[in-house]
């Protein structure tokens, strides 16, 4: 074997390794575990503090008004289709 050929199959290898702990990572990110996980930090981040462990009031309180006004506007409805 000549070096030229070493080499070769030697980036052939690295490459083919590289590319396997690529797929490795795509398949860890696209995990259904994974994903639930990245949501529900997500979620929890817009409710808490991470660094503090606070809450964040001000969100809760937009999420809460929200959900209220919706409960009002329904029962408006039902009132009015009553």
């Known amino acids: 074997m ?3 050929q070493t080499s070769l199959e030697r980036e052939i290898e690295e490459t083919r390794q590289r ?3 690529t797929i490795d990572q795509l398949a860890h990110r696209a995990s259904p575990k994974t994903i639930v996980a990245r949501e529900v ?3 929890k981040a817009h409710f ?5 462990g606070a809450p964040r009031t001000d969100n809760i309180i ?4 929200g ?3 919706a409960i009002v506007v329904l029962a408006i409805i039902r009132k009015i289709v009553n």
């Open 19 to 21: 590319l396997a702990s």
């Open 48 to 52: 808490v503090d991470l660094e503090s």
């Open 62 to 65: 937009k999420v809460a008004g």
């Open 2 to 4: 000549t070096n030229e």
């Open 41 to 43: 930090s997500s979620v």
């Open 67 to 69: 959900v209220i006004g």
